[in-house]
């Protein structure tokens, strides 16, 4: 089955520090992969696709097929970076599984 | 910019009642979805509709249906309403494309059942 684990339910780290929100998934075949946001008071919003292989508002992540990771890194964290992080795979043609959520704190 | 809109941003409804939320979208997307988020489970879809009159269960469909009679309004109802069911519910859709399409959320209902 189809599965996203994403392990931390909460991470703080402090203002300028890297930060790394983990995501870890389960498929046998090609995967898709994406990290959606959702900043305080928003609605949920699309941050990046691994297809798309862009820099987010400093963010990146990399697809491991290897270890079946698509981490979400940062090298300088900033306290609007403070939010609700998603991932999620895609299933089938259209749906998405998503994982369980990071909630992320940047203390100034 | 698209938009999806859900009716009420905060709900309250008793146990045992029919409970309607409504989502509407402008972007002549073919494909809608429900949603249940809950604190430490993330997303899980409750139902999906890739066209009009078309529908597929998702991950947690029970106690749940839903209507799309028309492509840009998809209703996820509540046949009798239970404590359980009090959670968040987002609305979101995409388009059908060669590639994956981003889905697109509304703002969210946040449902209470008493």
């Known amino acids: 089955a189809q599965r996203v684990t994403q392990p931390e339910k909460l991470l703080s780290v402090f203002k300028g520090a890297p930060v790394e929100l983990k995501c870890n998934y389960s498929y046998s075949g090609s995967p898709e992969l994406f990290w959606y946001v959702q900043y305080s008071r928003q609605r949920l919003q699309l941050l990046l696709r691994?297809?798309s292989r862009e820099s987010i508002k400093g963010f990146t992540a990399d697809l491991n097929k290897g270890e079946t990771s698509f981490h979400l890194k940062k090298p300088f964290a900033q306290e609007e970076d403070s939010a609700m992080y998603y991932c999620?795979?895609?299933?089938?043609?259209?749906?998405?599984?998503f994982g369980q959520g990071t909630r992320l704190t940047i203390n100034p | 910019d698209v938009k999806v809109t859900q009716s009420s941003r905060y709900l309250v409804k008793r146990t045992g009642e029919k409970v309607f939320l409504e989502c509407v979208q402008d972007?002549?997307?073919?494909?809608m979805f429900w949603y249940r988020q809950d604190p430490g489970l993330g997303l899980r879809l409750i139902y999906f509709s890739y066209d009009v009159k078309m529908k597929e269960k998702g991950d947690i469909p029970e106690g749940y249906s839903v209507s799309r009679e028309k492509k840009e309004r998809f209703s996820l109802i509540l046949e009798s309403a239970s404590t359980n069911q009090t959670s968040m519910y987002l609305c979101?859709?995409?388009?059908?494309?060669?590639?994956?399409?981003?889905?697109?959320f509304g703002d969210g209902t946040r449902l209470s059942i008493l």
């Open positions: 972007m002549d997307h073919e494909n």
């Open positions: 999620a795979l895609g299933q089938g043609a259209q749906k998405l599984v």
């Open positions: 979101a859709s995409s388009p059908t494309g060669s590639n994956r399409q981003p889905q697109h």
């Open positions: 691994h297809i």
